[in-house]
């Protein structure tokens, strides 16, 4: 299993501060640093000094790191229109050498969208619909062959002989990423378009039945590109009981709550848990980790931890 860091800004995190974080996992040797993407803090936090956008952020990260690979969990379709969206992201992959990873996300916080401007379709049907459509048109601009055009007639988008650039760097394109446990629509539209199928803060039974429904789309659909499983959970590890409950206790959280939600614990139960979603097939579990300035928490999951479950 890989371990990737996931970090959330918009409770609070400059540029800087996601740099230290990025650089820190990098030099440790986790497999990629992911961020959300999101204008607005969530709960009892102050936010400051205010929202990063993501992909700038990733942009910025490009030319700041070297090895670690970046992306989303995941892009808001609600935020760009998906012929911008692609341009950026094939940018932003060529300026990493070919480092991007695309989660990609229907939307879903209604505050943000109000409390900047943004459109915000009240239908949770609408949203989907735009979402696919995004979905098509976004690889759909990646796959057109250079010196060809891309012609996309939709119900929401249109797109009318368009160049088609610039390219990714990475062929055939950067992975795309779907998540979420919806039951239809999600492994759907997973078998149809994702390189990964992510199931965000559910427990090992929860994960296994939406794996287990996505797994189901891919036989049905015919396709006979490999599908990875990933997971994410909450991290927070400690040496020791003590540790444990600090660092808790230093995002707000109660340790057994942790524990039943998340990956909580010494390196050792933290190990067990892993196992179990190891067990279902996960081959990639993204750890949100809540406390940036904590990078002693991101050494001792990488010198106890990974070893154990590379």
């Known amino acids: 299993m890989r371990l990737r860091i996931f970090t959330e800004p918009q409770q609070g995190a400059s540029y800087d501060t996601l740099l230290t974080v990025a650089k820190a996992a990098e030099s440790l040797g986790y497999d990629a640093f992911f961020r959300s993407d999101h204008y607005l803090k969530m709960g009892d936090v102050d936010g400051l000094p205010g929202p990063t956008d993501a992909w700038i952020t990733l942009a910025g990260l490009a030319r700041d790191t070297s090895r670690i690979r970046l992306g989303t969990l995941m892009t808001a379709a609600t935020f760009r229109h998906p012929g911008p969206l692609a341009i950026g992201v094939a940018q932003v992959d060529r300026m990493s050498g070919g480092r991007v990873e695309f989660g990609f996300g229907a939307g879903w916080y209604e ?6 401007g943004i459109p915000f379709p009240a239908s949770g049907r609408e949203r989907f619909d735009r979402y696919e459509e995004q979905l098509d048109i976004i690889t759909g601009l990646w796959a057109t062959p250079v010196g060809e055009s891309f012609r996309y ?3 929401h988008y249109r797109l ?3 160049p088609a650039l610039p390219k990714p760097q990475q062929a055939p394109r950067p992975p795309v990423l779907i998540g979420g446990t919806g039951k239809k629509r999600t492994p759907r539209l997973a078998a149809a378009h994702a390189d990964e199928y992510n199931v965000p803060f559910c427990g090992v039974d929860d994960t296994f039945a939406a794996f287990e429904r996505t797994r189901a789309a891919v036989k049905s659909s015919g396709r006979s590109e490999p ?3 990933s ?3 909450v991290l927070c590890c400690g040496r020791d009981d003590a540790e444990v409950a600090r660092r808790a206790g230093a995002i707000g959280r109660e340790v057994e709550e942790l524990k ?3 990956l909580a614990g010494t390196p050792a139960e933290i190990v067990d848990k892993l196992g179990r979603f190891a067990e279902i097939g996960t081959e990639r579990m993204y750890l949100q980790v809540l406390d940036l300035s904590d990078l002693d928490h991101l050494q001792l999951v ?3 931890v990974a070893p154990q479950v590379a």
């Open 111 to 116: 505050e943000e969208h109000a409390a900047y």
């Open 227 to 229: 599908m990875v499983y």
């Open 160 to 162: 009318a002989e368009g």
């Open 260 to 262: 039943e939600n998340g």
């Open 231 to 233: 997971a994410a959970q």
């Open 302 to 304: 990488a010198e106890q």
């Open 153 to 155: 007639e939709g119900r």
